[in-house]
């Protein structure tokens, strides 16, 4: 795997730090409550939209580097002041890594997939992941699997 560098629009790698507001996509149950589905990384429970943001509160675009062993991503987490992460999401939501401020993009250049922050050794674009950290430990909503 490969550390492109930074790109225009960062890292694409985002940190939640209040594990209460974790989801992969809000609902609303049969009477209007706002709800976590259990598939969605919830308890599938209505929950108090005043004082929880689902899927909301990242800490976006954090700095990343390439790791000493030249196969793991170090990130920067200096702007969580001290708190720890409770989910991680890398390309969540990003439809390519393109810099769609460039104003040769598609006229005198491409945009490939090698335009991603993060590559495989067969200079594939690493997948788009959401995980959860539990006790310093990734746990993977199905079907994916960390």
Known sequence: PGYKGNIVGGSYLDVQTNADNF????AH????????????GGTGKP???TTTH??????T??????????????VDLAPL??????????AWNIVNCCDMNDPDMYVTKP?????????SSS???????????VDGKCECVSPQVC
């Open 47 to 49: 929950v108090n939209t």
């Open 81 to 90: 002041n001290g708190t720890a992460p409770t989910a991680v999401r890398y």
């Open 111 to 119: 945009c490939g997939p090698a335009s991603c922050p993060i590559m």
């Open 123 to 133: 200079n594939l674009p690493a997948n788009p992941f959401l995980a959860k950290i």
């Open 23 to 26: 989801c992969l996509e809000p």
């Open 61 to 74: 675009s954090l700095n990343i580097a390439l790791g000493s062993d030249g196969m793991s991503i170090l």
């Open 54 to 59: 689902l899927d909301g509160d990242w800490i």
């Open 29 to 40: 149950d049969l009477t209007g409550a706002v709800v976590c589905p259990t598939w969605a």
